[in-house]
């Protein structure tokens, strides 16, 4: 196994990434994002340890990178804003690597805000032939959400939230309610057209509940048999991934990404490891 | 197909003309394994000119969550001080990052271990004849032991980490509170006498994502920079961050026992809101699916400060001329 350290160009940044490759010749690329703000590696080296078990286990190379502002590479960064994923970094990161390395299969994990990323290129890239979205943030707000968030930021949000009558009937009943929004639901389904997708989740993060599983499984419910049956979401069982703060947690994401993407790889056309199962949370065994 | 191992190669280094420097991956091996770190320096330095720039320096990573908190920071440390005129290696010490060894391995000798062959690794590059060490919090208390122990000529810590024992008593800690508030399922708080008992049993403890091994636990716990430093007669710079523009107490301790070693020594306090925070979690969430960093301007006015004093302090090219007053 061998590790390249490389500064990407893109536009006036150079965006630092770690590509690691197996000793035999790779059977294909896996792109690994971070959330926001951490790292290329990630925290507590969950992306570096992956990318040893993915050369040495399946004989994958890996990419991993630094988001503009982040780590090693240029530029900076106070605030990261979902409205601006940096879609167009991970795709340069991307075709650099598969240029390097020569390579044409491709899959991509992202975890968090990285998830989305992951998402996009899924969907961007016709070669990519998996993507892991590992507590995928999905639902936005709702307009009546955002109409209350607007309130709030004028000071009446306070007001109501002062008069017990109020609040239940407004911010209990509209604040919390969320849906998918095209963000999500277009790259999904544009996504399955050619990839797999695996959803990631803890049964105790709080950007997974039953409606999300929900909204999940009713974009995956549209879609034809054999796209649908691209589709997975996994729940673990036990404590939230965010952050991955325990061993435990980073030992079983790290075992699900490897074990997925090498079934993913394991066959020339990649397509040979679809899970053909209808779509259903399955909880691990604690 | 084969790797285009010249188009990778080409591109392990960048020139930033703007900041008038270039960086360099390098995979040097640092203590017990391989790891990756970067060299900045500034673009004079590509040219052949000898002795053109002889003070080089090393960045000592901080401990556990620290490491990642304060990386970035440092970054932009490495590329300040390059920009001064000055050769700059950063690095994943060992059980961070790219680095070779798995967390288990994280220690204070392996801190030191990793700072020493760092210190090795940037005398030995073009140019370099003496080198100066810096680091923050944890990074800090490494930096001053590999100085005192190496006689070198330089050093800057930032809020260093005085007492090793209530710096290991803050970390137990930071999981105690994490099982409070329920979010863990190891049943409940554990309480500090559980996880020394674990350490003590077991060999190790999970906080909060971070394997702390037993030989951590004891070599931190024990150790004090007020009582290590011994001999260090070089020039140090001591920034403090603080809630107030006071000095803290150990700090004071700290600048006190550097000037009776008989080294010149300058003091500086960085005032925040936030310093309490110092290498902690640094980003916040907010409305509107935005994450802010609530200590970027932290960040930069350390070092803002600590490129400052290098400036003050030392002529780029010549480390033993001091800049005029």
Redesign the interface.
């Known amino acids: 196994m061998r590790?390249?350290?490389?500064?990407?160009?893109h536009g006036t940044d150079?965006i630092?990434a770690?590509?690691t490759?197996p000793d035999e010749e790779p059977r294909g690329l896996v792109l690994l994002l971070t959330g926001?703000?951490?790292?290329?590696?990630h925290?507590?080296?969950v992306w570096?340890?992956t990318a040893r078990r993915l050369a040495d286990e399946h004989a994958l190379a890996s990419v991993r990178m630094d988001y503009r502002g982040?780590?090693?590479s240029?530029g900076?960064?106070?605030?990261?804003?979902?409205?601006e994923m940096p879609v167009d970094q991970a795709l340069a990161v991307l075709s650099?690597a598969r240029?390097?390395?020569?390579?044409d299969r491709v899959a991509v994990a992202g975890n968090c805000?990285g998830s989305r990323v992951a998402l996009a290129v899924a969907a961007e890239v016709p070669e990519c032939i998996g993507a892991i979205c590992i507590r995928s943030?999905i639902l936005?707000p709702s307009n009546m959400s955002k109409a209350l968030?607007k309130a709030?930021?004028l000071g009446v949000i306070s007001w109501i939230r002062s008069n017990a009558y109020l609040r239940r009937m407004l911010v209990q009943r509209f604040a919390g309610r969320k849906k998918t929004t095209s963000d999500v639901r277009r790259p999904v389904l544009r996504a399955l057209s050619h990839s797999h997708l695996l959803f990631l989740y803890s049964e105790?993060d709080f950007t997974f509940n039953e409606q999300v599983e929900r909204e999940l499984n009713g974009l995956a419910a549209r879609l034809p048999a054999a796209e649908r049956s691209r589709y997975e979401l996994r729940v673990l069982a036990?404590?939230?991934l965010k952050?991955?703060?325990?061993?435990?947690?980073?030992r079983r994401v790290i075992e699900s990404v490897v074990e997925w993407m090498g079934a993913r790889f394991a066959s020339p056309s990649g397509r040979q490891a679809s899970v053909e199962r209808p779509p259903v949370t399955a909880a691990e065994p604690g | 197909m084969a790797i285009d191992e010249a188009m990778l190669e080409r591109h392990s280094r960048h020139r930033d003309e703007a900041l008038g420097i270039s960086e360099t991956f390098v995979q040097p091996r640092l203590g017990s394994g391989t790891t990756v770190g970067v060299v900045s320096r500034p673009l004079g330095m590509a040219q052949p000119l000898g002795m053109a720039q002889p003070l080089g320096w090393v960045i000592c990573p901080s401990f556990a969550m620290e490491q990642i908190h304060l990386g970035r920071m440092e970054v932009g440390l490495a590329r300040a001080i390059s920009a001064a005129g000055f050769p700059v290696l950063r690095y994943h010490g060992q059980g961070y990052g790219d680095s070779e060894l798995g967390m288990r391995h994280a220690d204070l000798s392996s801190h030191v271990a990793d700072a020493r062959d760092a210190v090795a690794l940037m005398a030995g590059v073009e140019g370099v004849e003496q080198v100066g060490v810096l680091g923050a919090r944890f990074g800090g208390l490494v930096a001053g032991l590999v100085a005192d122990d190496g006689d070198l000529p330089f050093m800057a810590l930032v809020e260093p980490v005085i007492r090793g024992a209530q710096y290991m008593r803050d970390f137990l800690r930071t999981q105690v509170f994490f099982d409070l508030v329920g979010t863990s399922d190891n049943g409940g708080s554990p309480g500090m006498e559980k996880l020394r008992d674990a350490i003590a049993s077991r060999g190790w403890a999970d906080i909060r994502g971070f394997k702390l091994s037993a030989q951590a636990y004891e070599e931190i716990s024990g150790v004090n920079l007020l009582e290590r430093m011994r001999r260090f007669h070089g020039s140090s710079f001591v920034l403090g961050v603080s809630r107030t523009d006071r000095f803290a107490p150990g700090l004071q301790a700290l600048t006190d026992v550097l000037r009776q070693m008989g080294g010149d020594v300058e003091q500086d306090v960085v005032q925040d809101r936030l310093a309490s925070n110092f290498g902690q979690h640094h980003h916040r969430n907010e409305a509107g699916n935005k994450k802010t960093d609530i200590q970027f301007g932290l960040y930069q006015e350390v070092t803002s400060k600590v490129a400052a004093w290098i400036g003050r302090r030392i002529v780029p090219g010549d480390p033993t001329r001091e800049a005029p007053a």
């Open positions: 590790n390249y350290p490389v500064f990407v160009p150079h630092a770690v590509i490759v926001g703000s951490a790292a290329r590696s925290r507590f080296k570096t340890r982040t780590g090693d240029t900076s960064l106070r605030q990261w804003r979902m409205s650099f240029r390097g390395l020569g390579v805000m943030p936005g968030e709030g930021r105790q036990g404590q939230h952050g991955f703060e325990s061993l435990d947690i980073q």
